[in-house]
């Protein structure tokens, strides 16, 4: 099993400031099987990024992602209020998919 | 419109069981794999089973393997996920998701298994 480990697992910044989320795994997965959700309270989760730097349809060009390898990254440039949520990061390179325990972004 | 609805959930006690379904509409329900997604009260997501178009390949968290099924019925654009031998861990949101990138997720949900 793929294990992801998110960092940090809290987050507290202001709007208008810059947020890094990072996603390290296990082991060496292909950027195509990774992607990011946001998900906020009492909602199902919200696809961001595929493949590891590609954004779903309508979602705000602050959000972008990268990375290779083991290391991954979510990053949001200018954080807007309705951004502050739990993001996680999920693989799905092998048939049991598994996700990060999340980062919570918190206003500070 | 991709609409995937959730139902069956309720309260059960430890050992029992429980059927969700997951209706799909609005998209090519046959041509597509699903999952199985929860979520315990304030924590995080955890995969829970995944099934191929055409049901040739079916995969399980060990977390639930030998106690959970899932099937689906193409003629019906629906997804199952059959639940025995329930455990207080096993509480939590139920989300069906399309496969892939997860693009299209239901609302959920909840079981919750108390005595």
């Known amino acids: 099993e793929i294990v992801l480990t998110q960092s940090p697992g809290t987050l507290s910044l202001s709007p208008g400031e810059r947020a890094t989320l990072s996603c390290r795994a296990s082991?060496?997965?292909?950027?195509?099987?990774l992607v990011w959700f946001q998900q906020k309270p009492g909602q199902a989760p919200r696809l961001l990024i595929y493949?590891?730097?590609f954004r779903a349809t309508g979602i705000p060009d602050r959000f972008s992602g990268s990375g290779s390898g083991t290391d991954f990254t979510l990053t949001i440039s200018r954080l807007e209020p309705e951004d502050f949520a739990v993001y996680y990061c999920?693989?799905?390179?092998?048939?049991?998919?598994?996700f990060g325990q999340g980062t919570k972004l918190e206003i500070k | 419109e991709v609409q995937l609805v959730e139902s069956g959930g309720g309260l059960v006690k430890p050992g029992g069981s429980l059927r969700l379904s997951c209706a799909a509409s609005?998209?090519?329900?046959?041509?597509?794999?699903m999952d199985w997604v929860r979520q315990a009260p304030g924590k995080g997501l955890e995969w829970v089973s995944s099934?191929?178009?055409?049901?040739?390949?079916?995969y399980y968290a060990d977390s639930v393997r030998g106690r959970f099924t899932i099937s689906r019925d193409n003629a019906k654009n629906s997804l199952y996920l059959q639940m025995n031998s329930l455990r207080v861990e096993d509480t939590a949101v139920y989300y069906c998701?399309?496969?892939?990138?997860?693009?299209?997720w239901g609302q959920g949900t909840l079981v919750t298994v108390s005595s």
């Open positions: 493949g590891a730097s």
């Open positions: 998701a399309r496969g892939g990138v997860y693009l299209d």
């Open positions: 609005g998209f090519t329900f046959s041509f597509s794999t």
């Open positions: 999920q693989q799905y390179a092998t048939s049991l998919r598994t």
């Open positions: 082991q060496s997965i292909s950027s195509t099987y």
């Open positions: 099934i191929t178009s055409r049901s040739s390949n079916i």
